[in-house]
Nanobody, 124 residues
Protein backbone atom coordinates (compact mmCIF):
# COMPACT_ATOMS: atom_id res chain seq x y z
CA UNK A 1 0.00 0.00 0.00
CA UNK A 2 1.27 3.47 -0.86
CA UNK A 3 -0.12 6.28 1.25
CA UNK A 4 0.60 9.95 0.65
CA UNK A 5 -0.02 12.73 3.16
CA UNK A 6 -0.32 16.39 2.29
CA UNK A 7 -1.54 19.65 3.76
CA UNK A 8 1.06 20.32 6.41
CA UNK A 9 2.17 23.90 6.87
CA UNK A 10 3.30 26.59 9.29
CA UNK A 11 0.30 28.04 11.10
CA UNK A 12 -0.22 30.40 14.02
CA UNK A 13 -1.70 29.20 17.30
CA UNK A 14 -5.45 29.04 17.04
CA UNK A 15 -5.29 28.41 13.31
CA UNK A 16 -6.59 25.54 11.24
CA UNK A 17 -5.25 23.02 8.77
CA UNK A 18 -6.69 20.10 6.86
CA UNK A 19 -4.43 17.15 6.22
CA UNK A 20 -5.15 14.66 3.45
CA UNK A 21 -4.18 11.03 3.13
CA UNK A 22 -4.55 9.61 -0.35
CA UNK A 23 -3.86 6.21 -1.84
CA UNK A 24 -1.90 5.34 -4.90
CA UNK A 25 -3.06 2.36 -6.91
CA UNK A 26 -5.62 0.95 -4.50
CA UNK A 27 -8.99 1.74 -2.96
CA UNK A 28 -8.49 3.46 0.36
CA UNK A 29 -12.04 2.69 1.38
CA UNK A 30 -11.10 -0.95 2.01
CA UNK A 31 -8.82 0.08 4.87
CA UNK A 32 -9.19 1.60 8.29
CA UNK A 33 -6.84 4.55 8.57
CA UNK A 34 -5.01 6.01 11.51
CA UNK A 35 -3.35 9.40 11.86
CA UNK A 36 -0.22 9.62 13.98
CA UNK A 37 2.21 12.40 14.81
CA UNK A 38 5.75 12.56 16.00
CA UNK A 39 7.35 15.58 17.61
CA UNK A 40 11.14 15.95 17.78
CA UNK A 41 12.58 13.75 20.49
CA UNK A 42 9.24 12.11 21.22
CA UNK A 43 7.62 8.82 20.33
CA UNK A 44 5.07 8.54 17.57
CA UNK A 45 1.58 8.83 19.02
CA UNK A 46 -1.90 8.08 17.76
CA UNK A 47 -4.03 11.11 17.01
CA UNK A 48 -7.15 9.75 15.37
CA UNK A 49 -8.48 6.85 13.34
CA UNK A 50 -11.47 5.97 11.20
CA UNK A 51 -13.00 2.64 10.23
CA UNK A 52 -13.63 1.54 6.66
CA UNK A 53 -17.24 2.68 6.78
CA UNK A 54 -16.51 5.82 8.76
CA UNK A 55 -18.92 4.71 11.46
CA UNK A 56 -16.17 4.29 14.03
CA UNK A 57 -13.74 7.06 14.89
CA UNK A 58 -11.39 7.66 17.75
CA UNK A 59 -9.43 10.66 18.99
CA UNK A 60 -6.61 11.18 21.41
CA UNK A 61 -7.69 13.12 24.46
CA UNK A 62 -5.37 15.99 23.57
CA UNK A 63 -7.14 16.63 20.26
CA UNK A 64 -10.73 15.66 21.04
CA UNK A 65 -13.09 18.49 20.21
CA UNK A 66 -10.51 20.21 17.99
CA UNK A 67 -9.72 17.61 15.31
CA UNK A 68 -12.16 15.83 13.03
CA UNK A 69 -11.38 12.80 10.90
CA UNK A 70 -13.44 11.94 7.83
CA UNK A 71 -13.21 10.05 4.58
CA UNK A 72 -14.42 10.62 1.05
CA UNK A 73 -14.58 7.40 -0.94
CA UNK A 74 -15.17 9.25 -4.21
CA UNK A 75 -11.88 11.10 -3.74
CA UNK A 76 -10.11 8.08 -2.23
CA UNK A 77 -9.01 10.32 0.61
CA UNK A 78 -9.05 10.47 4.39
CA UNK A 79 -8.96 13.93 5.96
CA UNK A 80 -7.88 15.28 9.31
CA UNK A 81 -9.41 18.67 9.98
CA UNK A 82 -7.44 20.42 12.70
CA UNK A 83 -8.86 23.50 14.42
CA UNK A 84 -7.65 25.49 17.38
CA UNK A 85 -4.08 24.41 16.77
CA UNK A 86 -1.60 24.69 19.61
CA UNK A 87 2.20 24.71 19.63
CA UNK A 88 2.13 21.23 21.14
CA UNK A 89 0.42 19.97 17.98
CA UNK A 90 3.67 20.54 16.12
CA UNK A 91 5.17 17.46 14.53
CA UNK A 92 5.28 15.24 11.49
CA UNK A 93 1.88 13.76 10.80
CA UNK A 94 1.55 10.33 9.24
CA UNK A 95 -1.35 8.25 8.03
CA UNK A 96 -1.20 4.48 8.24
CA UNK A 97 -3.31 1.41 7.47
CA UNK A 98 -5.18 -0.68 8.66
CA UNK A 99 -6.66 -0.53 12.20
CA UNK A 100 -9.20 1.51 14.10
CA UNK A 101 -11.00 0.87 17.34
CA UNK A 102 -13.37 3.19 19.10
CA UNK A 103 -12.05 1.99 22.45
CA UNK A 104 -8.30 2.20 22.22
CA UNK A 105 -5.45 3.14 19.92
CA UNK A 106 -3.45 0.42 18.26
CA UNK A 107 0.27 1.07 18.73
CA UNK A 108 2.26 2.20 15.69
CA UNK A 109 3.92 -1.23 15.53
CA UNK A 110 0.57 -2.74 14.55
CA UNK A 111 0.41 -0.67 11.36
CA UNK A 112 2.29 -2.11 8.39
CA UNK A 113 1.81 0.62 5.81
CA UNK A 114 2.76 4.27 6.28
CA UNK A 115 2.97 7.45 4.32
CA UNK A 116 6.07 9.62 4.25
CA UNK A 117 4.59 12.24 6.60
CA UNK A 118 3.75 15.92 6.37
CA UNK A 119 5.15 18.62 8.66
CA UNK A 120 2.81 20.68 10.82
CA UNK A 121 4.35 23.58 12.70
CA UNK A 122 2.28 25.71 15.04
CA UNK A 123 4.15 28.84 16.00
CA UNK A 124 3.71 32.57 16.19
Amino acid sequence: LQLVESGGDLVQPGGSLTLSCTASGFTLGYYAIGWFRQAPGKEREGVSCISTSGAVTNYAGSVKGRFTISRDSAKNTVYLQMNGLKPEDTGVYYCAADHCSGRHFYPPSEYADWGQGTQVTVSS
